[in-house]
């Protein structure tokens, strides 16, 4: 893995030839199954094998799925890709159950044909969640869908108490961003919008990532976001790097490293911001008075690393 990451593309393919290259790339995608620092929620997000690609290179996209830096389970349902070149060219991908996979990974791999910066876009819809209270403060499970298509009286519910009620019901939007710099690389592009529901904007130039201080905005709908917290997180470290948006949906993170190289996932999560979702009454039981949060979940996920 380091000495994979330590060449270029075509360094590496000129010194070791291109099957073994490619056999340490396969390498590299399955130590990365085992390089993860917990983040808190489940989301979608690509990490490229590498930061950098020279022209005639093929860049390797694996998808991560789950609640850390590494991937933990296939991603439900459809994913959408799409690689925006520097000029305004696009390639448009769908990974499902037939895509290439190394354990929990599915892999795209695209030709590098054209110089400048590539910006990677993932979105994922992870299906709908419901989180019932069934026996309150605390204990409850989750049942798969909406509320308003749950059918609660085909529910078996022995056991609840009777001011069991719904806390929570949504369905979930995961979105990603991430970055390969070609030659000739235009890195101000990636400082601005792809036009994500909820969408984490670097402010810093990208090949500052490791250098200390690093500033982000978040966007939802297009518009600044405020009071979101963001959590950074090294790959392979367990830290959690916090801040909350300000009035213009910025905030900054410490993004220090010594590593030679280091990789950082940066996640924002609407969670149940009455901005965002309802407070609602939906089925409960004959004691309870709670209302249940209801609305669309957006999660975005930004990846970073020091070879751009």
């Given at each position: 893995m380091e000495f994979v990451a330590k060449l270029k593309y075509s360094e590496a393919l000129n010194q070791i030839g291109v099957q073994y290259m490619r056999r340490l790339l396969l390498i590299a995608v399955l130590l990365m199954l085992f390089s993860s620092?917990?983040?808190?929620?489940?989301q979608i997000f690509v990490r490229p094998i590498s930061g950098f690609a020279n022209l005639g290179d093929t860049a390797m996209l694996p998808v991560a799925a789950g609640h850390n830096t590494s991937s933990t389970e296939m991603p439900e349902g459809l994913t959408n890709l799409t690689v925006i070149r520097q000029d305004g060219g696009v390639i448009d991908h769908i990974l499902n159950e037939k895509s290439d996979t190394m354990g929990n990974w599915p892999i795209f791999s695209f030709d590098v044909e054209h110089p400048g910066l590539y910006v990677i876009t993932s979105y994922n819809g992870g299906g709908a969640w419901t989180h019932i209270i069934t026996n309150?403060?605390?204990?409850?499970y989750w049942e798969a869908g909406i509320?308003?298509?749950?059918?609660f009286d085909a529910i078996n519910k022995t056991g609840w108490a009777?001011?069991?009620?719904?806390?929570?019901?949504?369905?979930l939007h995961t979105y990603g961003k991430s970055f390969i710099a070609g030659p000739e690389s235009d890195y101000s592009i990636a400082s601005k919008p792809v036009g994500q529901i909820l969408e984490i904007i670097p402010l810093t130039n990208i090949t500052e990532v490791g250098n200390g201080d690093f500033e982000f905005q978040v966007l939802y709908q297009g518009q600044p976001f405020s009071d979101?917290?963001?959590i950074a997180q090294k790959v392979g470290d367990?830290?959690?790097i916090r801040g909350t948006t300000d009035a213009e949906g910025k905030a900054m993170l410490n993004l220090s490293s010594t590593d030679e190289l280091s990789e950082w996932v940066v996640v924002a999560?609407?969670?149940m911001d009455t901005r965002v979702v309802e407070v609602r009454d939906a089925p409960r039981g004959e004691a309870s008075n709670e209302k249940s949060y209801v609305g669309p979940v957006y999660r975005a996920t930004v990846v970073l690393r020091t070879d751009f």
């Open positions: 620092a917990a983040v808190d929620a489940h309150p403060p605390a204990i409850g509320v308003d298509e749950i059918d009777k001011d069991w009620y719904v806390e929570r019901s949504y369905p979101l917290e963001l367990d830290t959690k999560d609407t969670l």
